[in-house]
């Protein structure tokens, strides 16, 4: 009877254990989760908008949409977007952009501290794009999207200032 409780106690211990390193695996990403005004400058103009984080299909994806108007020049554009990061070997490492426009790309993620960088991979003849989040604090967060024609000198495209509502 013994060895009964025994076997239930680490089968109960083992499913906590897999339980809190899935939680884990999403620790740099749990403070962007909710919905964020934000505003930002860059070569499209000036823009506001917002932007949200939400966990689907049992926390293996987080997903990223996003809706921008911007002015500049005289002219106004609206942009919306929406991104999926997603595991590999149980690691949030991967992500897949879309926007209304038709394009899609593919990142790679990297972590330091409470910085958050996704780039695309280097293929010829086509420019690299880098996103850089980084955590200011609970409610604050700046994003940095960059293009390197040349897949090494990165130029700023927009930079961007969220508030979590």
């Known amino acids: ?5 025994l076997i239930l106690i680490a089968l109960l ?5 897999i339980n809190a390193q899935q939680d884990d695996k999403w ?13 930002g400058i860059g070569i ?14 049992d ?4 997903v990223r949409k996003s809706n921008y108007d911007y002015l500049g020049d005289k002219m106004y554009t609206t942009f919306s977007d929406m ?3 997603y595991l590999v070997d149980g690691t949030p490492s991967r992500a897949i952009f879309f926007n209304h426009e038709g394009f899609s790309r593919t990142y790679s993620i990297s972590y330091s501290g409470k910085t958050i960088t996704l780039i695309t991979e280097k293929i010829p003849l086509t420019p690299v794009f880098k996103l ?3 955590l200011i604090d609970d409610s604050t967060v700046t994003l940095k ?5 040349d897949s090494e000198n990165f130029t700023t495209y927009s930079e961007e200032f969220g508030k979590k509502e």
């Open 83 to 85: 991104m999926i990061i």
């Open 145 to 149: 999207y960059e293009i390197a024609r």
């Open 132 to 134: 850089t989040y980084t």
């Open 27 to 39: 620790e740099n990403w749990k403070p962007l989760i909710g919905n964020w005004k934000g505003e």
């Open 1 to 5: 009877m013994k060895i009964k409780y």
């Open 59 to 62: 926390q293996k994806i987080l």
């Open 44 to 57: 499209p103009g000036e823009g506001t908008g917002s932007f949200s984080f939400t966990f689907d299909l």
């Open 13 to 17: 211990v083992q499913s906590l254990s």
